[in-house]
């Protein structure tokens, strides 16, 4: 099993639970609240590390309460940190409201002192970027740091992966071409390339136009109708697995992501490890939270073996 080296956010979730978004103006009472860690890089390593692999967290924190639960959930996860601490300013928090009958949700996450990470930071940490064996990363942090970090991992010789979220609309030129991997979902895809995501044959569609702008693979989650991965010799779409009744689907695309990367990590093929990605996100929707419903390398190998 080789190192997973992520770059990324950390954030405080404060999760209201309802029967429906309020309107602007408007007071709902929740169904329930609950306050936990997240943050897209951060539930990424999370993931990573307990689907198996040796992952390590680049990110800044303050010096505060938040800042103490991240610490404490990657060293129950396993997670290495590398950590820039920023004493003045505050550690990240976002606000996601979780639509009770659906499970589905919407998120507003403001990145605190994490929103300053830059390229200096990146080379900082540049030895252990280029002895990964998969280095993902995300765009909840300024783009200069992650565009810095793929470039050092793949100097290294490190896979890179690319989880575009959140995408507004199309990267800059260049910045794919340094991406082994980039994994969208319908929404991203949809804001990267311009066309409209909501099926198979869609994603297939616009995987093909991110490789056209540089990436070596692009692979679209699809939620229920699982993943689409393409590269230059191969189209595969993985169903999704049936693990159980959803109950919240805010963690699942960052299960996927460290699921596929400690895939890699451990030498799997791509599309073998989209398909263990894709049963870490089957399990993590099962349960409430984000860093939370991570699933152990035990619990997919077991919904893996299930499925065949």
Same mark, same amino acid.
Request: hydrophobic letters at 50%; one cysteine or more; charged letters at 15%.
């Given at each position: 099993?080789?190192?997973?080296?992520?770059?990324?956010?950390?954030?405080?979730?404060?999760?209201?639970?309802?029967?429906?978004?309020?309107?602007?103006?408007?007071?709902?009472?929740?169904?329930?609240?609950?306050?936990?860690?997240?943050?897209k890089g951060s539930n990424q390593a999370v993931a990573a590390a307990r689907a198996g692999a040796e992952t390590h967290m680049i990110?800044?924190?303050?010096?505060?309460?938040?800042?103490?639960?991240?610490?404490?959930?990657?060293?129950?996860?396993?997670?290495?940190?590398?950590?820039?601490?920023?004493?003045?300013?505050?550690?990240?928090?976002?606000?996601?409201?979780?639509?009770?009958?659906?499970?589905?949700?919407?998120?507003?996450?403001?990145?605190?002192?994490?929103?300053?990470?830059?390229?200096?930071?990146?080379?900082?940490?540049?030895?252990?970027?280029?002895?990964?064996?998969?280095?993902?990363?995300?765009?909840?942090?300024?783009?200069?740091?992650?565009?810095?970090?793929?470039?050092?991992?793949?100097?290294?010789?490190?896979?890179?992966?690319?989880?575009?979220?959140?995408?507004?609309?199309?990267?800059?030129?260049?910045?794919?071409?340094?991406?082994?991997?980039?994994?969208?979902?319908?929404?991203?895809?949809?804001?990267?390339?311009?066309?409209?995501?909501?099926?198979?044959?869609?994603? @297939?569609?616009? %995987? &093909? #136009?991110? /490789?056209?702008?540089? *990436?070596? $693979? !692009? +692979?679209?989650?699809?939620?229920?109708?699982? =993943?689409?991965?393409?590269?230059?010799?191969?189209?595969?779409?993985?169903?999704?697995?049936?693990?159980?009744?959803?109950?919240?689907?805010?963690?699942?695309?960052?299960?996927?992501?460290?699921?596929?990367?400690?895939?890699?990590?451990?030498? @799997?093929?791509? %599309? &073998? #490890?989209? /398909?263990?990605?894709? *049963?870490? $996100? !089957? +399990?993590?929707?099962?349960?409430?939270?984000? =860093?939370?419903?991570?699933?152990?390398?035990?619990?997919?190998?077991?919904?893996?073996?299930?499925?065949?």
């Amino acid at each position: 099993m080789g190192r997973v080296v992520i770059l990324g956010v950390f954030v405080a979730d404060a999760t209201f639970r309802a029967a429906r978004q309020p309107r602007m103006g408007e007071t709902l009472l929740g169904e329930g609240f609950a306050l936990g860690p997240g943050g897209k890089g951060s539930n990424q390593a999370v993931a990573a590390a307990r689907a198996g692999a040796e992952t390590h967290m680049i990110t800044r924190l303050g010096r505060d309460t938040f800042a103490d639960m991240a610490h404490r959930v990657w060293a129950e996860a396993g997670v290495t940190p590398a950590v820039i601490v920023d004493p003045a300013g505050a550690t990240g928090a976002a606000g996601i409201f979780v639509e009770a009958g659906t499970g589905e949700n919407a998120i507003v996450i403001c990145p605190g002192v994490a929103a300053d990470l830059g390229a200096a930071d990146v080379e900082a940490a540049a030895d252990l970027i280029g002895g990964a064996a998969v280095f993902v990363t995300q765009l909840e942090q300024p783009l200069a740091a992650a565009v810095r970090g793929l470039d050092l991992a793949r100097a290294g010789g490190a896979l890179t992966v690319l989880n575009p979220a959140p995408a507004t609309g199309p990267l800059p030129d260049g910045v794919l071409s340094s991406c082994d991997f980039v994994t969208p979902n319908e929404t991203e895809a949809a804001a990267l390339t311009g066309l409209p995501v909501t099926s198979p044959e869609d994603a @297939l569609a616009a %995987a &093909a #136009a991110l /490789r056209a702008a540089g *990436a070596g $693979a !692009a +692979i679209v989650t699809l939620g229920a109708q699982g =993943a689409l991965f393409h590269d230059a010799t191969r189209t595969v779409h993985v169903p999704a697995f049936a693990a159980g009744p959803v109950v919240e689907t805010t963690g699942a695309g960052d299960a996927f992501n460290g699921g596929f990367a400690a895939g890699l990590a451990r030498g @799997l093929d791509p %599309a &073998a #490890a989209t /398909r263990r990605g894709c *049963a870490a $996100a !089957a +399990i993590s929707v099962t349960r409430p939270g984000t =860093a939370a419903s991570m699933p152990t390398a035990r619990e997919i190998e077991a919904l893996l073996a299930d499925a065949i």
